[in-house]
Structures are given as structure tokens and as C-alpha cells.
């Protein structure tokens, strides 16, 4: 089994460390490769960081499409994950919706630890997109910019759990979301001292990615994720046009 993850954004240290998680939490046979896009944002954190980054993200699939069995889409707003999910029939698991399936299932009510205050709304978007707003105590954000929960781990740890806490002790979240792909690792420290479980979102991923592979389980194309339909465009190259024969039974 090969699975390719992809971080949207372009900071290396970030796409090691996302490839280190998956790698931890699948199967020895599964074999694991971690990308960035050649293109895209140093990190994401607006909606327009969010839209510079899909075109990238989308590259990497369409251009391996054929190579792997599956995709994780690395970041915690799920960048393009809908379009992701038109270019291949292979499944496409985004951190966001894993994280919050994981925790949805460990108790009643999850709380989002997260960046900046202003991804707040970016955040509460993708949860509602989800489906699983009404599980959603709160989303806590802190001071944290992306780049800053790879490079600063103690001091991110630090952040995090003072925003945890507070989710539970005032929002009463029974189980913590990490929002942010650069926070693979710091559940087990925060879990040390919360008394709830905390997600790491690549993690939970990973395992539930290669779990949609072994179920042998495709995107559906019957509608909504079919393949895009031909269209003239105008400087995209030709890899982005769709052949109006490809994928008809």
C-alpha cells in the first residue's frame, strides 16, 4: 500500500514531521510519502492562503494519480479536499474531518485547539463543513502562527494546553482536536496533563486512510465527486484539462 501525503503548504520541517506521524501510525507494510507542492504558501493560515494552496495540492494528485492508493491532504482546513476528490477515484482523507471523526466517536462533545485568533472563523467553517458543528464545544485559539507550533514545540505545547483546559473546564469538551498539521506529536505531552483524549490530527488520518484502503473502498463518482467535465481554460497547463472519454465504463 502507498499513501502520499501532502502538506499544502511549503515549509519543509512541517511536511518531515507529517510524514513521520503517518509513517508511526500505519502498518510496516505501508509505505508513506511526504510532499509539498513546488508551489503554494509557507504556511496557511487566511482563506487566501487556503485558496493559493489547492492548485498545488491538486498537482500532487493528479500527477501521481495512477502511483498511489490513497491521499491525506495535510492541512487543518482540508484545502480543496472536495476538488481533491473529483481528480481520483482513490480515497482523499483531509486531517480536519479525521480529527473530528476520531474525537466524535471518544466523547459527546470536542473542542478545536488551534492557531491564531484570526483562523478563527476559517476554522469554525471547516467544522460546520464537516457536519459536526452540534458536536463542537468550542474552537480555542491561541497565539500561535503555523510555522511557530513546528519550531517552537515546548513553548506551542505551553499554548495549547492553556487553551485545552479552558475547553474543558468552561466549554466542556470531552475530547481536544490539534487544529493544525504542525502540532503531530504534541498530543501525548498535552494528554499527559488533560484528562481527556487529544487527537492528533495527522495521525488519526493516517490510520483512518489506510483503514479506507484495506476496506478496498473508492470515491464515489456517481455525482458529486464524478470527474470534471471538459471545459475550455484559459494558462493552466494540460495536465488540469479532463479528457471527456476518461473514466466512462
Not at 15 to 44: C, F, K, L, M
Not at 166 to 193: Q, T
Not at 240 to 246: Q, R, V, Y
Amino acid at each position: 500500500m502507498r499513501i502520499k501525503a501532502i502538506n499544502p503548504n511549503t515549509t519543509l520541517e512541517m511536511t518531515e514531521n507529517i510524514g513521520h506521524q503517518v509513517r508511526r501510525y500505519t502498518s510496516d507494510d505501508v509505505e508513506v510519502e511526504a510532499v509539498s507542492p513546488e508551489r503554494g504558501p509557507i504556511s496557511i493560515e487566511s482563506y487566501y492562503d487556503d485558496f493559493l494552496a489547492v492548485p498545488g495540492v491538486l498537482e500532487e494528485i493528479i500527477d501521481d494519480e495512477a502511483e498511489f492508493d490513497a491521499f491525506i491532504n495535510s492541512c487543518w482546513g482540508d484545502p480543496g479536499i472536495d476538488a481533491c476528490r473529483e481528480v481520483t477515484e482513490k480515497p482523499v482523507v483531509g486531517i480536519a474531518e479525521a480529527s473530528m471523526y476520531v474525537a466524535n466517536m471518544l466523547g459527546a462533545q470536542f473542542s478545536v485547539a488551534t492557531i491564531l485568533p484570526r483562523a478563527r472563523d476559517f476554522i469554525e467553517d471547516r467544522v460546520r463543513t464537516t457536519g459536526l458543528w452540534g458536536q463542537c464545544a468550542s474552537v480555542r485559539c491561541t497565539d500561535l502562527t503555523v510555522v511557530e507550533t513546528e519550531e517552537t514545540r515546548d513553548a506551542a505545547t505551553e499554548a495549547l494546553y492553556d487553551a485545552a483546559k479552558r475547553a474543558v473546564e468552561e466549554d466542556g469538551a470531552e475530547a481536544i482536536c490539534l487544529g493544525c498539521a504542525g502540532m503531530g506529536g504534541l498530543d501525548e505531552p498535552l494528554e499527559e496533563r488533560l484528562p481527556v483524549p487529544v487527537i492528533d490530527s495527522v495521525a488519526a488520518a493516517g490510520v483512518i486512510t489506510e483503514g479506507m484502503v484495506r476496506l478496498g473502498k473508492a470515491t464515489s463518482k456517481v455525482m458529486t465527486y464524478k470527474q470534471p467535465e471538459p471545459k475550455e481554460q484559459t494558462g493552466y497547463p494540460q495536465k488540469f484539462h479532463f479528457d471527456a472519454d476518461a473514466g466512462d465504463d
